[in-house]
């Protein structure tokens, strides 16, 4: 079974606050991506990876930073966090095909 | 670009009559579509995916059918369940270059009830 933890699960900051969401996968996966989940909005693509020091730009980018250190961990960076960005947000790993995402357990981020 | 359009945001269903949610979809190349499910509090899953042969995916009593002449892709299973109630996802991935990316549509709320 595929494995992608997230950390940390739940996180409360001020409006230009700093937040780094974690992402491990084991699945020996190239692919990474991160995405935020909204009503209204479904699944939104911030930004992905194909292997360790590559940086894809997705759909939703702005505000966002990322960083892929290894094989097996994914970043998101939000150095002044706002309101807009209260989210529950996903991380997903896939083979080089990309065909099948598996999925963490998500971190809800809240901004005040 | 890419984009995949899910017409109705909440589906309200009597269990056991038959479900069926909406997609259709743009794509400059001939894509793979896929079916993905999240319950309550979970993460989303994969579903369904299309094939390329024309074969009828299927698992957990959904089926799907990829119909290029109509760009649709819709979910269809016969006898609505009370286990069904979820968010379901249609996504596309085209079979030009490796990208790697899906994109998804704003997804459906499925609730079934007695």
């Known amino acids: 079974e595929a494995a992608v933890t997230q950390s940390p699960r739940n996180k409360v900051t001020v409006t230009g606050g700093n937040v780094t969401l974690s992402c491990r996968q084991t699945n020996s996966h190239n692919y990474m991506y991160w995405y935020r989940q909204d009503t209204g909005h479904g699944l939104r693509l911030i930004h992905y990876?194909?292997?360790?020091?590559?940086?894809q730009i997705g759909d939703v980018p702005d505000g966002y930073k990322a960083t892929r250190t290894t094989q097996e961990d994914f970043f998101l960076l939000l150095e002044l966090a706002s309101p807009s960005q209260t989210s529950l947000y996903f991380c997903?790993?896939?083979?080089?095909?990309?065909?099948?995402?598996?999925f963490g357990p998500g971190t809800r981020l809240t901004v005040l | 670009g890419d984009s995949v359009t899910q017409t109705e945001g909440l589906v309200t269903l009597t269990e056991g009559l038959p479900v069926m949610l909406n997609c259709t979809y743009q794509s400059t190349y001939s894509p793979f579509l896929f079916w993905y499910v999240q319950h309550l509090n979970e993460a989303p899953k994969l579903l369904l995916k299309?094939?390329?042969?024309?074969k009828r995916p299927e698992h957990q009593g959904f089926h799907a059918t990829l119909h290029k002449s109509s760009s649709s892709f819709h979910l269809q299973k016969s006898s609505a369940q009370l286990s069904d109630s979820a968010l379901y996802y249609c996504a596309l991935r085209y079979t030009g270059a490796n990208t790697g990316k899906l994109t998804f549509g704003h997804g459906t709320i499925l609730r079934v009830h007695p």
């Open positions: 299309s094939f390329t042969d024309n």
């Open positions: 997903a790993s896939s083979d080089a095909w990309g065909y099948e995402q598996y």
């Open positions: 990876s194909y292997g360790a020091g590559n940086l």
